[in-house]
């Protein structure tokens, strides 16, 4: 089925609430630090804005925190250092704040104690995966968009000339997977857990090219079948035998269905974790990949999500798409600070300055300040722009719903939940410029296990009903 980007506005109507159907339960909201970490790693205001739930004030604006507590760590290809006599080959196209700094330096030695490593660099990135973890941030993922660049074919971590040839060379799967190993183990000996290691990023797509503009490689599914068991094998020889595998960050849904049924039951069985980015939109076989990896018995994730629309509603339309259909347990946002539209706050990161919030920063605010670790995801096929969920320690009920073009009252029909003395506090956003911005209020009532609101064109709204009891738990 192809999927609407943003449901088809309609009259008055009403949301029934049913809690006996249970669907998972929520693991983590997180964002990935590269390139912006690069940048502003060592701001403790911007920690607070993403990882806290505090108020924070960012060029004179008070911000919700957002209380993200998952952080992706990237481990970079870049260094200009010298290897047999070779340089990296760095494409003109990709600017230096894209450019992660590798830990491994050259293949002189393997032994991460050596001069071969130098575990000073990527210090910002460093530094802000500290004040995640500090701030409450307790998943960590680590992931690669390049394996470091002397191992690649021709010396360019941005890429093939191609984009659609391996960049990896043969001889250096092993390598790659070591690699990763080792930033493993060297983060947890600082008391840094990486809950699952990514060898992988988009890497069946054809844009990581020698003249791109950043940090990229293509490894095709057979090639992801073959490096996949080394990093097992180099995990658990360094005693990280708890540490999980994630793969294969795929850019899209339906590429990340291929990849995964192309590989063979041994290859799975490697595997803990499917992680999927979610730029295919509003298209795309959601649920065809979630009955695949869910008969696997695997965690779905999805890792990576980002578009150009400042105002959040294309945010708003295709995270409710992946609740509703992907059944992911945690969701990363891309870029929290970048070109406006792109990011939740505007940053020239070339010249490191910050500059407008984006309506697009409340509008996520209304998912991950709510929908927090622990809750139960209720299924929502009756209503696809209402994302319900429930926290059980606290006895409330969590409804967001988006309205999109028209303004329209909406009632939540509640007749089939238990209620005690229910109480409601609301916040409402306007996606657009303008008008309330995560504003709080206090005005609706409960009669007959019913209530209705106004929502205004391009309104989203998020309810918490403390009170409410008797919904349904997750069956395992």
């Known amino acids: 089925i192809a999927l609407a980007c943003i449901s088809a506005a309609r009259a008055d109507y009403t949301v029934v609430v049913d809690p006996s159907k249970a669907v998972n339960v929520w693991e983590a909201w997180g964002c990935s630090l590269a390139w912006w970490a690069n940048v502003y790693g060592s701001r403790a205001d911007l920690a607070d804005a993403f990882f806290s739930l505090k108020t924070v004030t960012i060029n004179g604006t008070a911000l919700p925190g957002l209380g993200l507590n998952m952080a992706r760590y990237n481990a970079g290809g870049c260094s200009w250092n010298t290897v047999g006599g070779d340089k990296m080959v760095a494409s003109p196209n990709i600017p230096p704040f894209k450019q992660i700094e590798s830990f491994w330096l050259d293949p002189a030695s393997r032994d991460p104690a050596s001069g071969s490593f130098n575990w000073s660099k990527d210090a910002n990135q460093q530094v802000m995966v500290r004040l995640a973890v500090a701030r409450g941030a307790n998943i960590l993922q680590l992931f690669s968009n390049s394996p470091p660049w002397w191992m690649c074919v021709n010396h360019n971590p941005s890429g093939s000339p191609s984009g659609v040839t391996d960049n990896l060379q043969s001889s250096q799967y092993d390598t790659h997977a070591a690699y990763m190993a080792s930033v493993a183990a060297h983060f947890e ?21 020698a003249d791109g503009t950043q940090e990229g490689c293509h490894f095709d599914a057979r090639t992801q079948a073959s490096v996949l068991p080394y990093l097992r094998r180099e995990l658990d020889a360094l005693g990280l035998t708890k540490t999980r595998i994630a793969a294969s960050d795929e850019t899209a849904y339906d590429l990340a269905l291929s990849t995964w049924n192309s590989f063979s039951s041994d290859v799975k069985a490697l595997v803990d974790m499917v992680t999927v980015h979610g730029y295919q939109y509003g298209g795309g076989r959601r649920d065809l990949l979630y009955n695949a990896v869910s008969a696997d018995h695997k965690t779905l994730y999805n890792s990576e999500y980002g578009e150009g629309d400042a105002t959040g509603e294309q945010l708003a339309s295709n995270l409710n798409l992946d609740i509703r259909w992907l059944h992911p347990t945690a969701w990363n946002y891309w870029q929290p600070l970048d070109i406006y ?111 209705s609101v106004d929502f205004a064109a391009h309104n989203i709204q998020t309810f918490e009903i403390v009170g409410v009891t008797h919904l349904a738990h997750v069956r395992t």
């Open 189 to 209: 000996k600082q008391g840094i857990h990486f809950d699952t290691v990514e060898l992988f990023n988009e890497p069946s797509s054809g844009w990581w090219k």
């Open 341 to 451: 539209g792109w990011g939740l706050i505007e940053a020239d990161l070339p010249r490191a300055t910050i500059g407008r919030i984006a309506p697009k920063y409340y509008v996520l605010a209304h998912y991950t300040r709510h929908v927090r670790p622990g809750c139960t995801i209720l299924d929502n096929s009756n209503d696809g722009n209402t994302v319900m969920a429930y926290s059980h320690a606290a006895n409330t009920l969590v409804l967001i719903t988006t309205n999109y073009n028209n303004a329209q009252r909406i009632t939540f029909d509640l007749s089939a939940a238990s209620l005690s003395q229910p109480r409601v506090t609301r916040w409402s956003t306007i996606m657009q410029d303008g008008g309330d911005k995560y504003v709080q209020y206090k005005d609706v009532t409960v009669a007959d296990h019913k209530f």
